[in-house]
C-alpha cells in the first residue's frame, strides 16, 4: 500500500530532480511544449526532504512502529546539513533600502588591478649628458655664418672644410684624409654634403664652382659651373644637387646629365644670399634660406609653394622633421633668435620658439621627438628642445666661440659640432636608438663608441 | 561594593545580548556596503566602534531602513525568534543574487527561560567581534569583483510562530546556485551565538 501510494510521488520527484536548478535548461525552455515551472524560488530538496518526511510518517503508521532517536537525529542531521530550516520564515521589510545613486561605480576595479603594480612610469626627460664626448682640433675653420661646412655621412665618414682642404674624418676607425684643396690662392671651400649613397661628396667653394668627389678614390668626379659667387649652401635630392650661392640663385643639377645639360633650374626667388638649403626626407619640397630674412619652400617641379618672411634675420638653420611630413623647422639669425615650425603644406606657422641667441644650426632627433638647435653669442652653446610641448630638455655647453655646424651620426644617437673656436666637438644628445632600425645601424653606432676612448683629443692636422 | 560591580557588569542578559547582537548586525551590514563598493564611498563617515575606524552610512534613507530593521530584530532577538540575518547583494541590471551574507543566530535556551544570567567580560565579546569586523574587511581579497552595480537586500529568518509585523512581507530564501561557501570567525554572548558565512557566485568555468 505503502509501495502504491509513494511510488508515482516518488518517480514525480525524481523528475523534479532531473530538471533541478542544476538543469541549464533556460535555453530551452521555449522549445518545450509542456509547463515546467519557475524553480529559482522553489527549494527542492526541501521538497524531497518533506516528502520523505510524509512517506515516512505514513509508513510509520502503517507499521505502527516509533522512530528512533538515532533516526530522529539523523533527519535533524541532514536538515541542517541542507540548510533547511523548517520552522523558518523568510522575511524582509517591505520598505527596500534605497538604491545606490544611478551611475555609481564600486570603485573597486581599481583595487583589483592595484596588484598588478603600479603603471610604469615614463620619465619625463631622459637623462641628456651635457658634457661633449671629445674633442677634435679643427684650425682655420672659416667664421662665417653663411657657409655650410660639416657634414657626416652614413658610411660614418665625417666630411669637414678647413680653411680651402676638405678633410674627411672616419668615426669608426679615426683615420684621416684629405680629399681636396682648393688650388687658386685665396679660395677656400664654403659648402659642402654628402650625396645620398655616401661614397660621393659635393662641395662649393668660393670661386662659384660645384664639384663632386669620389670619396673613396679621392678623385673629382664632376665640376657644375653656373653660379657667379660663392656657393654656401648644397642639398642632395636622389639624382638631384640642389646649390644655393651668394648671387642669390638656387641652382639645381641633374648630375646624372651632361655638363652642359646637368642645370635643370634655376631659382631666383632670393634677393640675397642663399644660406640655408634642404630637401625633405620624401624628396617632395625644397626649403631655402636666405641672408634676405626669407624663408621659401619649392615643390619637386621647383615651383614656389610659399615664400615667407617671418624671421628678422638671415634663414640658415633648416631642418625637416623626421617624423612629421611637412613639419619644418627654421632658425634665425641674431636679429631674430627664432626657431619657427611650419606646415610646409599650407605655409602655416606652427610654433616659435625665443631660444635669445643667434640660430646656427638645427638637428631633430630621429628617435625621440626632440629638436636640438646650435646658438651662438652669448653662452655657444647647444639646447635640445622637446617638441611640440618646445620645453627645454637641456642645455650644453663647451664651445666657446658661437656653434656654426652641426651633423647627426649614422645611428642618430650623436651630433657633432663645428664651432668658431675651431673645434669639432661631439654629444650624445639623442641617446641610443630603442630599437635598432637596421643592423649597420647598430655596427656603426658600436663603432663610433669603441674609438671613443681612443681618440679623446686628435687633432685633424 | 568594587567586586559586586565587576560582577553585574560581566552578567549578560538577555536584553543585553539582544543589544550586542543588533549592535553588531547594523555595524556588519554597513561594514559590507562599504567594502563592497554597494553604495559611494564618500556616504560614509567614520566611527570609532569595537576599537576600530567603522564606516558607517550617513545617507539618510540607508539609515532610516537600517535603524528600522535594527529595531524589529532587536524585538526579535529579546524573544529568541530570531534565526538567521541574511544580507543578499544583487546584480542592479540582471537582478541575480551575486553575494549572500549569512549570520545564523543561535539562542541558548536556558537564557530564554527563568536560568541564570551567563556571565562574559565585554572585553572578550569585542574581541571576537572586532576580529569578525576585521575579516569583512580582508573579505575584499578573495571575493570575486562585484562588476555591476548592486543594491542589497536583507532578509530575516524568523520562527513560524511569530506573527509577520505589518511593514515585512514574505520572501523566497533567494540562494546563490552554484555558490562557493567561506565561514568566517564566530562570536558568543553565551545568551546569542553568531556564525558568519558568506556565499558567492563561483565564476563561470
Same mark, same amino acid.
Given at each position: 500500500?505503502?509501495?502504491?501510494?509513494?511510488?508515482?510521488?516518488?518517480?514525480?520527484?525524481?523528475?523534479? $530532480?532531473? /530538471?533541478?536548478?542544476?538543469?541549464?535548461? &533556460?535555453?530551452?525552455?521555449?522549445?518545450?511544449?509542456?509547463?515546467?515551472?519557475?524553480?529559482?524560488?522553489?527549494?527542492?530538496?526541501?521538497?524531497?526532504?518533506?516528502?520523505?518526511?510524509?512517506?515516512?510518517?505514513?509508513?510509520?503508521?502503517?507499521?505502527?512502529s516509533?522512530?528512533?532517536?538515532? @533516526?530522529?537525529?539523523?533527519?535533524?542531521?541532514?536538515?541542517?546539513?541542507?540548510?533547511i530550516h523548517?520552522?523558518? $520564515?523568510?522575511?524582509?521589510?517591505k520598505?527596500?533600502?534605497?538604491?545606490?545613486?544611478?551611475?555609481?561605480?564600486?570603485?573597486?576595479?581599481?583595487? =583589483?588591478?592595484?596588484?598588478?603594480?603600479?603603471?610604469?612610469?615614463?620619465?619625463?626627460? $631622459?637623462?641628456?649628458?651635457t658634457?661633449?664626448e671629445?674633442?677634435?682640433?679643427?684650425?682655420?675653420?672659416?667664421?662665417?655664418?653663411?657657409?655650410?661646412?660639416?657634414?657626416?655621412?652614413?658610411?660614418?665618414?665625417?666630411?669637414?672644410?678647413?680653411?680651402?682642404?676638405?678633410?674627411?674624418?672616419?668615426?669608426?676607425?679615426?683615420?684621416?684624409?684629405?680629399?681636396?684643396?682648393? !688650388?687658386n690662392?685665396?679660395? =677656400?671651400?664654403?659648402?659642402?654634403?654628402?650625396?645620398?649613397?655616401?661614397?660621393?661628396?659635393?662641395?662649393?667653394?668660393?670661386?662659384?664652382?660645384?664639384?663632386?668627389?669620389?670619396?673613396?678614390?679621392?678623385?673629382?668626379?664632376?665640376?657644375?659651373?653656373?653660379?657667379?659667387?660663392?656657393?654656401?649652401?648644397?642639398?642632395?635630392?636622389?639624382?638631384?644637387?640642389?646649390?644655393?650661392?651668394?648671387?642669390?640663385?638656387?641652382?639645381?643639377?641633374?648630375? $646624372?646629365?651632361?655638363?652642359d645639360?646637368?642645370?635643370?633650374?634655376?631659382? &631666383?626667388?632670393?634677393?640675397?644670399?642663399?644660406?640655408?638649403?634642404?630637401?625633405?626626407?620624401?624628396?617632395?619640397?625644397?626649403?631655402s634660406?636666405?641672408?634676405?630674412?626669407?624663408?621659401?619652400?619649392?615643390?619637386?617641379?621647383?615651383?614656389?609653394?610659399?615664400?615667407?618672411?617671418?624671421?628678422?634675420? *638671415?634663414? !640658415?638653420?633648416?631642418?625637416?622633421?623626421?617624423?612629421?611630413?611637412?613639419?619644418?623647422?627654421?632658425?634665425?639669425?641674431?636679429?631674430? &633668435?627664432?626657431?619657427?615650425?611650419?606646415?610646409?603644406?599650407?605655409?602655416?606657422?606652427?610654433? *616659435?620658439?625665443?631660444?635669445?641667441?643667434?640660430?646656427?644650426?638645427?638637428?631633430?632627433?630621429?628617435?625621440? &621627438?626632440?629638436?636640438?638647435?646650435?646658438?651662438?653669442?652669448?653662452?655657444?652653446?647647444?639646447?635640445?628642445?622637446?617638441?611640440?610641448?618646445?620645453?627645454?630638455?637641456?642645455?650644453?655647453?663647451?664651445?666657446?666661440?658661437?656653434?656654426?655646424?652641426?651633423?647627426?651620426?649614422?645611428?642618430?644617437a650623436?651630433?657633432?659640432t663645428?664651432?668658431?673656436?675651431?673645434?669639432?666637438? /661631439?654629444?650624445?644628445?639623442?641617446?641610443?636608438?630603442?630599437?635598432?632600425?637596421?643592423?649597420?645601424?647598430? @655596427?656603426?653606432?658600436?663603432?663610433?663608441g669603441?674609438?671613443?676612448?681612443?681618440?679623446?683629443?686628435?687633432?685633424?692636422? | 561594593?568594587?567586586? #559586586?560591580?565587576?560582577?553585574?557588569?560581566? +552578567?549578560?542578559?538577555?536584553?543585553?545580548?539582544?543589544?550586542?547582537?543588533?549592535?553588531?548586525?547594523?555595524?556588519?551590514?554597513?561594514?559590507?556596503?562599504?567594502?563592497?563598493?554597494?553604495?559611494? #564611498?564618500?556616504?560614509?563617515? #567614520?566611527?570609532?566602534?569595537?576599537?576600530?575606524?567603522?564606516?558607517?552610512?550617513?545617507?539618510?534613507?540607508?539609515?532610516a531602513?537600517?535603524?528600522?530593521?535594527?529595531?524589529?530584530?532587536?524585538?526579535?532577538?529579546?524573544?529568541?525568534?530570531?534565526?538567521?540575518?541574511?544580507?543578499?547583494?544583487?546584480?542592479?541590471?540582471?537582478?541575480? %543574487?551575486?553575494?549572500?551574507?549569512?549570520?545564523?543566530v #543561535?539562542?541558548?535556551?536556558?537564557?530564554?527561560?527563568?536560568?541564570?544570567?551567563?556571565?562574559?567580560?565585554?572585553?572578550?565579546?569585542?574581541?571576537?567581534?572586532?576580529?569578525i569586523?576585521?575579516?569583512?574587511?580582508?573579505?575584499?581579497?578573495?571575493?570575486?569583483?562585484?562588476?555591476?552595480?548592486?543594491?542589497?537586500d536583507?532578509? %530575516?529568518?524568523?520562527?513560524?510562530?511569530?506573527?509577520?509585523?505589518?511593514?515585512?512581507?514574505?520572501?523566497?530564501?533567494?540562494?546563490?546556485?552554484?555558490?562557493?561557501?567561506?565561514?568566517?570567525?564566530?562570536?558568543?554572548?553565551?545568551?546569542?551565538?553568531?556564525?558568519?558565512?558568506?556565499?558567492?557566485? +563561483?565564476?563561470?568555468?
Amino acid at each position: 500500500m505503502a509501495d502504491n501510494q509513494c511510488s508515482p510521488l516518488t518517480q514525480r520527484e525524481n523528475s523534479v $530532480r532531473l /530538471f533541478g536548478p542544476k538543469t541549464p535548461g &533556460r535555453a530551452g525552455r521555449e522549445k518545450l511544449d509542456r509547463f515546467i515551472p519557475q524553480r529559482n524560488g522553489l527549494d527542492a530538496e526541501h521538497g524531497m526532504f518533506q516528502l520523505g518526511q510524509e512517506n515516512q510518517g505514513s509508513a510509520a503508521s502503517g507499521d505502527g512502529s516509533q522512530t528512533t532517536p538515532s @533516526k530522529e537525529e539523523y533527519k535533524k542531521l541532514l536538515a541542517a546539513s541542507l540548510n533547511i530550516h523548517e520552522q523558518a $520564515r523568510v522575511l524582509a521589510f517591505k520598505h527596500k533600502a534605497p538604491a545606490p545613486p544611478e551611475g555609481h561605480d564600486s570603485g573597486l576595479a581599481s583595487l =583589483y588591478s592595484a596588484n598588478l603594480g603600479a603603471a610604469p612610469s615614463r620619465k619625463q626627460f $631622459r637623462h641628456v649628458p651635457t658634457t661633449q664626448e671629445r674633442i677634435l682640433d679643427a684650425p682655420d675653420l672659416v667664421d662665417d655664418y653663411y657657409l655650410n661646412l660639416l657634414d657626416w655621412s652614413s658610411n660614418n665618414v665625417i666630411a669637414v672644410a678647413l680653411g680651402a682642404t676638405v678633410y674627411l674624418w672616419n668615426a669608426g676607425t679615426g683615420s684621416v684624409e684629405e680629399l681636396c684643396t682648393c !688650388k687658386n690662392e685665396g679660395d =677656400y671651400v664654403s659648402s659642402l654634403q654628402w650625396a645620398p649613397d655616401s661614397s660621393h661628396l659635393a662641395i662649393g667653394t668660393s670661386d662659384a664652382k660645384v664639384q663632386i668627389w669620389d670619396a673613396g678614390r679621392a678623385k673629382q668626379v664632376r665640376e657644375l659651373c653656373g653660379h657667379t659667387n660663392r656657393v654656401s649652401a648644397l642639398s642632395w635630392n636622389g639624382s638631384t644637387l640642389s646649390s644655393g650661392g651668394r648671387d642669390s640663385v638656387i641652382c639645381n643639377w641633374d648630375v $646624372r646629365k651632361r655638363k652642359d645639360e646637368a642645370l635643370v633650374a634655376t631659382l &631666383r626667388t632670393h634677393d640675397q644670399e642663399v644660406c640655408g638649403l634642404k630637401w625633405s626626407p620624401n624628396g617632395q619640397q625644397l626649403a631655402s634660406g636666405g641672408n634676405d630674412n626669407m624663408l621659401c619652400i619649392f615643390d619637386a617641379n621647383f615651383q614656389l609653394q610659399h615664400k615667407i618672411a617671418a624671421h628678422q634675420a *638671415a634663414v !640658415k638653420a633648416l631642418a625637416w622633421c623626421p617624423f612629421q611630413s611637412n613639419l619644418l623647422a627654421s632658425g634665425g639669425g641674431t636679429a631674430d &633668435r627664432h626657431i619657427r615650425f611650419w606646415n610646409t603644406l599650407t605655409g602655416a606657422q606652427l610654433n *616659435a620658439i625665443d631660444t635669445g641667441s643667434q640660430v646656427c644650426a638645427l638637428q631633430w632627433s630621429r628617435h625621440e &621627438r626632440e629638436i636640438l638647435s646650435s646658438h651662438g653669442y652669448s653662452k655657444n652653446q647647444l639646447v635640445l628642445w622637446k617638441y611640440p610641448t618646445l620645453a627645454k630638455a637641456a642645455e650644453m655647453t663647451g664651445h666657446t666661440a658661437r656653434v656654426l655646424h652641426m651633423a647627426q651620426s649614422p645611428d642618430g644617437a650623436s651630433v657633432v659640432t663645428a664651432g668658431a673656436d675651431e673645434t669639432l666637438r /661631439f654629444w650624445r644628445a639623442f641617446g641610443e636608438p630603442t630599437t635598432a632600425s637596421s643592423k649597420g645601424e647598430q @655596427k656603426a653606432a658600436s663603432a663610433a663608441g669603441t674609438s671613443a676612448s681612443m681618440l679623446r683629443s686628435v687633432s685633424i692636422r | 561594593m568594587a567586586s #559586586q560591580a565587576v560582577k553585574s557588569r560581566n +552578567t549578560i542578559s538577555l536584553k543585553g545580548s539582544a543589544q550586542i547582537v543588533s549592535e553588531f548586525f547594523n555595524y556588519a551590514v554597513n561594514s559590507i556596503l562599504y567594502q563592497r563598493g554597494i553604495y559611494p #564611498q564618500e556616504t560614509f563617515v #567614520q566611527k570609532k566602534q569595537y576599537g576600530l575606524a567603522m564606516m558607517v552610512t550617513k545617507d539618510d534613507g540607508l539609515l532610516a531602513y537600517l535603524t528600522n530593521v535594527a529595531k524589529q530584530m532587536t524585538d526579535w532577538l529579546e524573544k529568541g525568534l530570531l534565526q538567521r540575518l541574511v544580507l543578499v547583494v544583487t546584480s542592479a541590471y540582471s537582478n541575480e %543574487v551575486l553575494e549572500r551574507w549569512t549570520f545564523e543566530v #543561535q539562542t541558548d535556551a536556558a537564557a530564554l527561560g527563568d536560568g541564570p544570567p551567563p556571565e562574559k567580560p565585554e572585553k572578550e565579546i569585542t574581541a571576537e567581534i572586532q576580529a569578525i569586523i576585521r575579516q569583512i574587511t580582508a573579505s575584499v581579497t578573495f571575493l570575486p569583483l562585484l562588476e555591476d552595480p548592486c543594491t542589497f537586500d536583507l532578509l %530575516v529568518y524568523t520562527d513560524t510562530k511569530s506573527a509577520v509585523p505589518e511593514e515585512w512581507e514574505e520572501s523566497d530564501p533567494r540562494y546563490i546556485t552554484n555558490a562557493t561557501d567561506v565561514k568566517l570567525r564566530s562570536f558568543t554572548t553565551k545568551v546569542h551565538k553568531v556564525d558568519t558565512v558568506v556565499s558567492y557566485r +563561483t565564476a563561470d568555468a
